[in-house]
């Protein structure tokens, strides 16, 4: 089962408990399990003291931070993420902040000091919270950027190794992309 909107289940009825718990994989936003309402209240255990084999994955996006993540009243997993991605923000070929979506920057998962501070965020999390999760599905794996076609506010091309060509083409920052 997959929730990726937390707050459209009434967890206060404990038959949402149990049914949620049937599965063999439970999917949730892993920044909802970490953060505010569920940071302190045991919701895997919950969930696994009716099914102890169930596996509980967090999904998180591996290409993105949330413009919304600046302000400190957000989402805590999300304003964590969104400073430590800052300094490995994409700019286009014509300077401008890459986005894949209105509000999505794309961060440069290239650098390996990217990849590192999005992982310590993560542990930080999967360290720290009540929910440790069983696994993080960490979504993209495509072999090249997706951008929404209708961005009106970025001009140019994703530039993730800044050598003012072009994601779409750069063949060594494609096939960098892919590895």
Known sequence: VAITDWGAIDWSQPANWEKYARADVFLAMAAEL???????????????SYN?????IGYISAKTA????????????????????????VSTTTGDTAQDW??????????PDCRAAMIGTVLDY?????N???GVLWDYFNHSLWVYTGL???TGDPDMDGDGIGHWSDPDELTAYRN
């Open 34 to 48: 970490w953060d505010a309402a569920a940071y302190s209240q045991p919701v895997v255990s919950r969930i696994k």
């Open 52 to 56: 102890p084999d169930v596996k509980i």
């Open 66 to 89: 949330q413009l919304s993540g600046a302000s400190p009243s957000a989402s805590a997993f999300w304003h964590d993420w969104f400073v430590a991605t800052q300094p490995y923000w």
């Open 102 to 111: 209105p509000g999505n920057v794309i961060v440069n998962i290239l650098d």
């Open 126 to 130: 999967q360290r720290n919270s009540a």
């Open 132 to 134: 440790p999760l069983d």
């Open 152 to 154: 009106t506010n970025v």
